[in-house]
C-alpha cells in the first residue's frame, strides 16, 4: 500500500474490527447469523479469504445483499413479531455506507 493511501480492504478492516456495538448486540441477542451462518467474530477471516471477489462486486455494483432471515419473536401479549436478521458482511456493507466510506481501487 502506498503511504497515506488507505484502499477499500483496508476500511473493511477497520471497520469489521471496530464494529463493536454490532458485536455486542449480536453477542447479546444470543448472536443468530443470518442465512449464511456467519457469525460477527467469523468476518474479519471471511474477509480476507474472498476481499478480491467481494472487492470487484463492490466496485462494479454488481454485489447483491443476501435474503434476510425470519424469526418469529413471541410478544409479551400474545401473537409474534417477526425479526429480520441480515448477514454479517450485509451489515458491514450498509455500515461503510452509513459512515460515508467510499471504496478506492
Not at 448486540?25 to 474477509?47: C, E, F, W
Not at 462494479?60 to 425479526?83: A, H, T
Amino acid at each position: 500500500m502506498a503511504e497515506g493511501r488507505v484502499t477499500c480492504f483496508d476500511r473493511m478492516r477497520e471497520v469489521s474490527r471496530g464494529h463493536s456495538s454490532r458485536r455486542k448486540t449480536s453477542r447479546g441477542n444470543k448472536g443468530a447469523p443470518g442465512i449464511d451462518n456467519m457469525t460477527v467474530d467469523q468476518l474479519p477471516g471471511y474477509l480476507k479469504r474472498h476481499w478480491l471477489k467481494i472487492r470487484e462486486a463492490l466496485l462494479n455494483g454488481s454485489y447483491k445483499p443476501f435474503p434476510v432471515k425470519r424469526k418469529e419473536i413471541p410478544k409479551p401479549e400474545g401473537g409474534v413479531r417477526l425479526l429480520g436478521i441480515p448477514t454479517v458482511l450485509d451489515e458491514l456493507d450498509k455500515e461503510l455506507e452509513k459512515r460515508g466510506l467510499h471504496f478506492v481501487r
